[in-house]
C-alpha cells in the first residue's frame, strides 16, 4: 500500500471522527448510551427503563460507557473511535481473506473505499444498529466469496466470521436474514444446500440461541412487559407498503442499482458482489418486515450496493493503476451522502443555544413523540432526561393506530395504550419535576393530550412558556417551571 493511499486513508478516519463531534451523534445511538449508564447505575431494562428494542441493543453500548466512565471523558467521542476502529478491522480481516481468494484487483483502492463507505458514507446514521451490523457482517460475506472459489477458511477466520455475524445477529434479530440470504446464495452458486450449514453459520446461529436463552434467564420483562405493548403500539404501526417501496428514502438506492445495471451487469455477481447484494436483498427485506420508512433501516442496503459498485468499478480498472481521477470521482461519490451530517440538526443547535445559559443540571421532559427532540439535547447540556423511555412512541402508535381503525376492540386496547402511557409520564414527572419541559414539535397538541391526565395538568400549571422554535407551522414549545 503506498504511503498516498495510506494518508488519505488516515484522512478519511479523521474527517469521519471531526464529522460526528461537530455534527453530533443521531438519536438511537444517543439514547442507547443514555440507557446504558442508566443500566450502569442500576436501574432495570424494561422495568425502569423503557426501550422497545431486545437487550443487545442497549448492552452493545456498555462496554462505551463504562470506558467513558473509567476514564474520565464523554461517551460520545470514544463510541465514535471504537466505531470507527471496529471499521478498520473488519476491512482488515475482509480485505485479507478477498487477497488470498484472489479477488481483489486493487487492494490498495479497495483498502479506501471501503473506509470511506463504513466511515463517512453513513453521516448521520453513523452508529445506528445498522451501520454496526455491516461492519460485523463483512467478514462473513469475504468467507463466503473465499469458499466460492474452492479455498477452503483458515479456523480463525472461521471464528471470527461466526462471532462477529452471531452478534450482529443478536442485536436484532431480523439480521439473520440477511445471513440466510448470503448461505443461500452460496448454496445456489454451489449447487449444495451443505453451504448452509458452513461452520461459521452454525457458529452463529448457535451465538443467537444462546443470547435469546439469557434473554428468557435475565430480561424476563422484555417478553412479559415490553413486546405485547411494542407489537401492539409500535410494530402494527406501519408505513404503506408503496412508501416503502417508492418512497424518497429508497431513491438512491433504485439510483446505484441502476448504475449498477446500465455499467457494471458481468462484474455485479463475481464475489464478492454476489455475496454483497444477496445480503443487501436481505437488509431490505428487513426494511420492509420493520415497515417504518426510516432511513436508517436502508443504510446497510446503501453500503452494500456501493462496496459492490465500487468493486466492479476496481476491478474493470484492472488492467491498469486506477487513476488519480476515477478513484477521486469514486470517493467523492461514495462520501457525498455523509458530509451533510456535519452541519447537525438545526432546531437542537437552536434549543441548545436557548438552553445552555440555564447551566448544567437541568431536568428535561420530552412531551412528544419524537426521540430527537431531547436526545442527544440532554446529553449536550449534561442535564437529565426525566422520562423512563425516550419519547411518546406509545402513545404515538396508539393514536395512529386508533384512528386507523373502525374495530373498537382496537379502539378500545388502542385507548388504553394511551392512558399506559400517560400513567408512565405522570410518574416520571412526579418522580422528578423537570425545570425544562419540551412539548408538541408537531401538528398535533401532545401538551394537551397529557394534561387529561388530571395530575399532569395540575403539575402544567407550574411552567411558563420560555419559547417556540422551529417551524412556525409545528414549533417545538419550551417550557419552564414558574419561579416560586
Not at 147 to 154: C, E, K, L, N, V
Amino acid at each position: 500500500m503506498s504511503l498516498a493511499i495510506r494518508f488519505a486513508i488516515a484522512a478519511t478516519v479523521l474527517l469521519a471522527f471531526i464529522i460526528q463531534m461537530v455534527g453530533g451523534l443521531n438519536a438511537d445511538a444517543s439514547w442507547l448510551l443514555t440507557v446504558s449508564e442508566r443500566m450502569l447505575a442500576g436501574q432495570q431494562l424494561y422495568v425502569d427503563i423503557y426501550e422497545l428494542n431486545p437487550p443487545m441493543s442497549a448492552m452493545l453500548y456498555v462496554p462505551i460507557v463504562v470506558l467513558a466512565q473509567a476514564v474520565g471523558l464523554a461517551a460520545e467521542p470514544i463510541l465514535v473511535a471504537a466505531v470507527l476502529l471496529s471499521a478498520l478491522l473488519s476491512v482488515a480481516f475482509s480485505t485479507r481473506v478477498l487477497r488470498r481468494a484472489q479477488l481483489l484487483s486493487n487492494t490498495s483502492e479497495w483498502w479506501l473505499i471501503s473506509m470511506v463507505a463504513l466511515s463517512i458514507l453513513p453521516g448521520s446514521n453513523f452508529a445506528e444498529r445498522e451501520h454496526i451490523a455491516v461492519i460485523l457482517l463483512l467478514p462473513l460475506l469475504a468467507i463466503s466469496a473465499l469458499r466460492s472459489t474452492g479455498r477452503a477458511p483458515q479456523p480463525f477466520e472461521i471464528l471470527t466470521a461466526g462471532l462477529a455475524a452471531g452478534l450482529a445477529m443478536t442485536i436484532k434479530p431480523h439480521f439473520a436474514l440477511p445471513i440466510l440470504l448470503v448461505a443461500s446464495y452460496s448454496a445456489i452458486m454451489g449447487r449444495s444446500w451443505r453451504a448452509i450449514f458452513n461452520p461459521e453459520h452454525v457458529l452463529s446461529g448457535l451465538i443467537l440461541v444462546a443470547y435469546w436463552l439469557m434473554v428468557w434467564i435475565w430480561f424476563s420483562s422484555f417478553f412479559t412487559t415490553m413486546l405485547p405493548i411494542a407489537s401492539s403500539a409500535y410494530l402494527a404501526d406501519r408505513a404503506p407498503i408503496l412508501l416503502l417501496l417508492f418512497g424518497p428514502q429508497v431513491w438512491l438506492i433504485l439510483l446505484i442499482l441502476a448504475g449498477l445495471l446500465l455499467l457494471y451487469r458481468r462484474q455485479m455477481l463475481v464475489p464478492p458482489n454476489g455475496q454483497y447484494l444477496a445480503a443487501a436483498l436481505g437488509f431490505f427485506l428487513v426494511y420492509l418486515i420493520q415497515g417504518k420508512g426510516f432511513v436508517y433501516h436502508l443504510l446497510p442496503v446503501q453500503l452494500l450496493i456501493s462496496l459492490v459498485f465500487a468493486q466492479s468499478f476496481l476491478t474493470k480498472s484492472a488492467r491498469g493503476r486506477v487513476g488519480i481521477i476515477p478513484l477521486t470521482l469514486a470517493v467523492f461519490i461514495i462520501a457525498a451522502p455523509g458530509l451533510q451530517a456535519i452541519q447537525g440538526n438545526s432546531l437542537r443547535k437552536e434549543a441548545f443555544a436557548l438552553l445552555a445559559p440555564l447551566g448544567p443540571g437541568l431536568t428535561i421532559a420530552n412531551i412528544t413523540p419524537q426521540l430527537e427532540i431531547a436526545t442527544p439535547l440532554h446529553r449536550d447540556l449534561r442535564a437529565t432526561l426525566v422520562n423512563s423511555g425516550p419519547c411518546l412512541w406509545i402513545g404515538l402508535g396508539a393514536l395512529r393506530r386508533g384512528m386507523s381503525t373502525t374495530d373498537p376492540l382496537v379502539v378500545e386496547e388502542m385507548a388504553e395504550l394511551e392512558t399506559y402511557e400517560r400513567g408512565r409520564l405522570r410518574d416520571d414527572l412526579l418522580a422528578n419535576p423537570p425545570d425544562i419541559i419540551l412539548g408538541n414539535a408537531d401538528m398535533f397538541d401532545w401538551l394537551g393530550w397529557a394534561s387529561d391526565d388530571a395530575a399532569i395538568a395540575i403539575l402544567l400549571g407550574n411552567y411558563e412558556l420560555l419559547a417556540e422554535i422551529g417551524p412556525p407551522d409545528m414549533p417545538l414549545k419550551i417550557l419552564r417551571r414558574k419561579p416560586s
